[in-house]
């Protein structure tokens, strides 16, 4: 069986880089025309999905925008997590999960076990319970060939009261998430299956990322004021293996597919231009 690590890293060969959210903000329903209800939402994800899932390496829905409409809105994303692996492009499915090892555990079948009908190619996960708790994960995307992404320096203002404070070992807990994952993907080729969440807003940080040897999700672009130039800065010698991740940027183009389409390959470039 393949990893994650190299799945992906064929995607991004024949695909290139970016990853594209889907995520249907009620206000993007009403700009789109569509009512906000499980119906536009339907529209919505499938709209994203067929104009995007042959050509981007990476689809990330965000769970939380499916989740508003309860199982309705869950039969959704797990119709449109199919269409877009049928399709080609790798699903990273944005719940941000963390809980102590046995719930874990659960979440990680919930959503890597092939047996799922919510099984996606990753998720992200939450550190906060210490990057222990987070071992069935772990151990469930090796089983399954899946990756994880663990949020390190993220890209809301709130983050750094946290991810920068130094712990008792004179490391930022920001470091420490990033040192324990390098620890985990060492030595995999072509790439770990771990990732990391760094966010493209985070300017100039005395953080590390050279070691990770697994994909560098970085969302906060466009919408949220990240831009491609920064890349360069905020992931020095771990640049070549970002993944830029575009949302509201992307999808304010629909609800057209040429415009979608057009919108992604606008980003694409804007990111190769940097050396993406
Ligand atoms: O894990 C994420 O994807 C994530 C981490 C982070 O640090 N910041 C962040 O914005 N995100 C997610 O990335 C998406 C950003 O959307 P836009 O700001 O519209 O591009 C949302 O789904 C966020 O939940």
């Known amino acids: 069986m393949e990893t994650f690590g190299t799945r992906l890293s064929e995607a991004v060969a024949a695909r290139g880089p970016l990853c594209v959210g889907i995520d249907p903000h009620a206000a993007l329903l009403t700009r789109w025309g569509l009512s906000d209800d499980v119906t536009g939402l339907e529209r919505f994800a499938r709209t994203v999905v067929d104009a995007l899932a042959d050509r981007v390496a990476v689809l990330k829905p ?36 963390g809980d102590i090892g046995s719930t874990m555990a659960a979440y990680a079948s919930a959503y890597l076990d092939p047996a799922s009908p919510l099984r996606a190619d990753a998720i992200t996960v939450s550190p906060y319970l210490g990057v222990g708790s987070l071992r069935p994960a772990f151990d469930a995307a090796a089983a399954h060939g899946a990756g994880v992404f663990v949020l390190a320096l993220t890209s809301n203002p709130e983050g750094p009261a946290v991810q920068h404070a130094v712990t008792s070992g004179g490391r930022t807990v ?62 020095g010698e771990g640049l070549r293996n970002v993944l830029p991740s575009y949302s509201r940027e992307v999808l304010g ?24």
């Open 62 to 97: 965000q769970s939380a925008f499916f989740e508003r409409f309860g199982s309705r809105g869950i039969a959704v994303l797990e119709s449109i997590i199919r269409q877009s692996r049928e399709a080609g492009a790798l699903v990273l499915l944005d719940v941000k999960r």
């Open 174 to 235: 920001g470091q420490t998430v990033i040192d324990e994952i390098s620890q985990l993907n060492a030595g995999a080729e072509p790439l770990g299956s771990l990732g990391l969440v760094v966010g493209a807003t985070i300017g100039e940080t005395c953080h590390d990322l050279s070691k990770v040897n697994g994909p560098l999700l970085a969302p906060g672009l466009g919408a949220q004021g990240g831009t491609p130039e920064k890349l360069r800065m905020i992931f």
């Open 253 to 276: 183009a629909g609800p057209d597919q040429a415009g979608l389409r057009s919108a992604a390959a606008r980003a694409a470039d804007a990111c190769r231009a940097v050396g993406l």
